[in-house]
C-alpha cells in the first residue's frame, strides 16, 4: 500500500471556484476554461476546478497542490482561455520554470508570477507530473485519465505540506476587471502586441543607431585616407606637386 500524508490544515488553503474530494487522491484536475459536473471528483480526484488567468490562477493552483503532498498527477484539460492560454501557460511553467518574473515559453498575455518563490517552484516541479489534454471536454476521455493516474500512484511527496502565502486582493482586481470588461482575453492580447511593437520600436533605434555609427565611422575613415594621401605626397614632394606632369605619364 503506498503511503500517504495528511495535507495542511483546511486543506485546500486557498479558496477558489473548484470541487474537493478525497484529499489522499493523487490527482488534481485543472480544467482550463471549462465548468463540468462533479465527475472527475466521481472518478477519484482530490481536486477539479478552473484556472482562467495564467498568472494568478497559477499560483492559487501551485499553492492548493503543493500545500498536499499526496497530490502526484495535474491533469489540465478543458477549453483553452482565450487570450490568457493559461492552459498552455501551465504546462510550460512546470517544464521551463520562471525568469525575470515571467513563465518561460509562455504564450499567454501577461504570463508573470509574483508570489511563487524558486523554492516553491522546484518543488512543484518535482512533486506532480503534468498530464496534457487541453481542449479535451470528454468526460469519458478525463475519467479514464484520473484512474490511470491513480492506479499509478507512487505515495505521497517525500516531503511536509508547503505553505505559500498569495495576495488575494490582487485577484480581486483582476476578477473585477474582467467583469467591467468581457473582452479582458482580447483587451490581454491588444496590450500584449502593443508592449511588443513597443520592443520592436526600441530594437529599431538601436538598429539605427548603429547604422548611423557604422556610416559615420566609415565616412572618418575616408577624411583619414585623404589627409594621409597628402600627407605622403607632402613628404615625397617637398617642392610640391606637378599635377599635370603626373597626368601625361604613361604606364
Known amino acids: 500500500m503506498v503511503e500517504k500524508k495528511e495535507p495542511a490544515k483546511?486543506?485546500?488553503?486557498?479558496?477558489?471556484?473548484?470541487?474537493?474530494?478525497?484529499?489522499?487522491?493523487?490527482?488534481?484536475?485543472?480544467?482550463?476554461?471549462?465548468?463540468?459536473?462533479?465527475?472527475?471528483?466521481?472518478?477519484?480526484?482530490?481536486?477539479?476546478?478552473?484556472?482562467k488567468t495564467e498568472n494568478i490562477g497559477i499560483e492559487k493552483l501551485v499553492a492548493n497542490v503543493i500545500s498536499n503532498p499526496n497530490?502526484?498527477?495535474?491533469?489540465?484539460?478543458?477549453?483553452?482561455?482565450?487570450?490568457?492560454?493559461?492552459?498552455d501557460t501551465m504546462i510550460s511553467f512546470h517544464k521551463y520554470g520562471v525568469k525575470d518574473g515571467r513563465i518561460i515559453?509562455?504564450?499567454?498575455?501577461?504570463?508573470?508570477?509574483?508570489?511563487?518563490?524558486?523554492?516553491?517552484?522546484?518543488?512543484?516541479?518535482?512533486?506532480?507530473?503534468?498530464?496534457?489534454?487541453i481542449d479535451v471536454e470528454d468526460e469519458a476521455k478525463i475519467t479514464q485519465a484520473i484512474k490511470d493516474a491513480i492506479a499509478k500512484d507512487?505515495?505521497?511527496?517525500?516531503?511536509?505540506?508547503?505553505?505559500?502565502?498569495?495576495?488575494?486582493?490582487?485577484?480581486?482586481?483582476?476578477?473585477?476587471?474582467?467583469?467591467?470588461?468581457?473582452?479582458?482575453?482580447?483587451?490581454?492580447?491588444?496590450?500584449?502586441?502593443?508592449?511588443?511593437?513597443?520592443?520592436?520600436?526600441?530594437?529599431?533605434?538601436?538598429?539605427?543607431?548603429?547604422?548611423m555609427g557604422w556610416y559615420a565611422g566609415k565616412m572618418e575613415g575616408v577624411a583619414i585616407g585623404i589627409v594621409l594621401c597628402v600627407a605622403l605626397l607632402a613628404l615625397l614632394f617637398p617642392g610640391g606637386v606637378d599635377w599635370t606632369k603626373l597626368m601625361m605619364v604613361k604606364p
Open 10 to 51: 483546511g486543506w485546500p488553503v486557498l479558496k477558489g471556484e473548484y470541487d474537493v474530494g478525497d484529499p489522499k487522491s493523487p490527482v488534481a484536475v485543472a480544467t482550463t476554461g471549462s465548468h463540468f459536473s462533479l465527475f472527475p471528483i466521481k472518478a477519484g480526484a482530490a481536486i477539479a476546478g478552473p484556472f
Open 71 to 87: 497530490i502526484r498527477f495535474l491533469i489540465v484539460c478543458g477549453a483553452e482561455v482565450k487570450g490568457h492560454i493559461s492552459g
Open 105 to 133: 515559453n509562455a504564450k499567454g498575455a501577461i504570463p508573470f508570477i509574483e508570489n511563487l518563490t524558486p523554492e516553491v517552484i522546484k518543488r512543484f516541479q518535482e512533486q506532480v507530473q503534468i498530464i496534457n489534454m
Open 154 to 211: 507512487p505515495g505521497a511527496f517525500p516531503a511536509e505540506p508547503m505553505l505559500v502565502q498569495v495576495k488575494e486582493k490582487e485577484e480581486e482586481v483582476l476578477e473585477a476587471g474582467a467583469a467591467l470588461k468581457p473582452i479582458s482575453g482580447e483587451l490581454a492580447i491588444i496590450q500584449s502586441r502593443l508592449r511588443m511593437i513597443k520592443n520592436d520600436v526600441k530594437d529599431i533605434g538601436y538598429m539605427t543607431k548603429f547604422t
